[in-house]
């Protein structure tokens, strides 16, 4: 298969890790070779009840066979989409209220981006250094990243970059401003936490100077760091909150949310500020409505955090200066970047999936299923561990 992989299918990545997949359960991915390979990334914190949980895969099937797409979104009122979205409204702080449903996180982002200039009547937008928002035009001119963003240039204008946690930076949002975007913990950039009331900070500012702070919630949202949106930690509400990845229960999904008021004007002045074939697709409404059922229902939110603490406790090690992130939503700071490379290729060849991330070489990405049990904790770490302490040996034996 990975030949044809190759050959037909559009290749972005180098060195793309190429696992042959066959079919995969709960926190195991199991490859064409026969192989079982735990899981520590789940799709990129996508898939955050692991895979194919029987309550998200009865609701695929069940709803796959009332009806599939049926219309433009917007105009049939569809229980899926209807459903998901009172129920987000009921998890929302005041006065988050109305959700747009897109078909993916970047989605979200242009939506949000569209909404906030549409509602202040001002262009300014102004993001983080080292965030990541997505690919699309909007979201990738939201990326301080010269190599990434110049072959694609002229891209949105407009945008201005503070720093994340930089108070200083704070005088730089004014009048002009229509908006500020953040990721509530920043992902690329190594899982960093807002610190000292930053987030707290930014949106008194931004009332200050009638601006809108738009949360980018699309990794750390639906669980992952203890309450189901990451802001929730902070004692703030946004403006407008970008959802997406681990809504889903592993199908393509987006979503931004914002109050009632705000979301009426992208109905007004155009018409249809907004509009997608596809975004609130009755099965993938129905997946990530089970979804936010299930986390809402169960412990698996407040047991995220303890998971936290035994994977702290587990990954302990002198090649490890740090584990970085909060719940499930955790980065290993290695010393080096060949040392993050060796551990994740090495880790692959013992059947551990773990990943890079994007900005912070150092770094490696452990964003487990929610579902993962104390159990695949330990035997993940001890691989981990293992493979740190061969790359020791070998470090040794050349010096
Ligand atoms: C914080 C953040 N925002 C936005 C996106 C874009 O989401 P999608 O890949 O679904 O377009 C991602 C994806 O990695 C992300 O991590």
């Keep these: 298969m990975n030949k044809d992989f190759l050959r037909y299918q559009a290749q972005t990545t180098p060195h793309p890790l190429g696992l042959e997949v066959e079919s995969a359960k709960g926190s195991y991915i199991f490859t064409t070779d026969g192989k079982k390979h735990l899981d520590f990334v789940a799709g990129v914190s996508a898939c955050s009840l692991g895979h194919c949980h029987p309550k998200v895969v009865k609701a695929i099937k069940e709803q796959a066979e009332k009806y599939l797409h049926v219309m433009v979104y917007g105009e049939y009122a569809q229980q899926p989409a209807v459903e998901l979205t009172r129920l987000l409204a009921e998890q ?9 449903l897109t078909n993916s996180g970047t989605e979200a982002i242009e939506g949000a981006l569209k909404l906030a200039r549409r509602y202040t009547g001002r262009a300014e937008i102004i993001a983080a250094h080292q965030a990541y928002h997505g690919n699309t035009m909007g979201s990738l001119s939201l990326m301080d990243y010269e190599e990434r963003q110049k072959p694609f240039r002229p891209l949105l204008g407009g945008i201005s970059f503070i720093q994340f946690n930089e108070e200083k930076d704070l005088e730089k949002i004014t009048e002009k401003t229509a908006a500020v975007i953040l990721e509530s913990i920043q992902g690329g950039a190594g899982f960093i936490l807002p610190k000292n009331n930053y987030l707290k900070k930014i949106k008194q500012r931004c009332e200050e100077v009638g601006a809108l702070l738009i949360l980018d919630e699309i990794q ?46 992208l109905s007004d002045n155009p018409k249809m500020g907004h509009i997608t074939t596809f975004g609130g697709n009755p099965v993938i409404a129905a997946s990530a409505l089970a979804t936010l059922k299930e986390i809402t ?49 090495k880790c692959k060849e013992k059947n551990l999936i773990l990943f890079w991330l994007l900005f912070e070489k150092k770094a490696v990405r452990i964003t487990p299923p929610l579902t993962i049990s104390e159990e695949e904790i330990k035997e993940g770490c001890g691989i981990i561990i293992d493979v740190l302490e061969d790359i020791i040996k070998k470090q040794e034996a050349v010096n």
């Design 220 to 265: 750390p949202g639906f669980g992952r760091t203890g309450k189901l949106f990451g802001f929730q930690n902070f004692d703030m509400v946004p403006d407008i909150v970008a959802l997406g990845k681990g809504m889903g229960g592993g199908m393509p999904i987006g979503a931004f949310s914002a109050s009632a008021k705000m979301m009426d004007s």
């Design 92 to 100: 929302f702080p005041k006065p988050l209220e109305k959700t747009y």
């Design 297 to 345: 229902s169960s412990d698996l939110m407040s047991e995220s955090l303890e998971k936290e603490k035994l994977f702290r406790k587990l990954l302990v090690h002198p090649l490890i200066s740090e584990v970085r992130g909060m719940g499930l939503m955790l980065a290993i700071i290695t010393l080096s970047e060949e040392i993050a490379n060796q551990l994740i290729l």
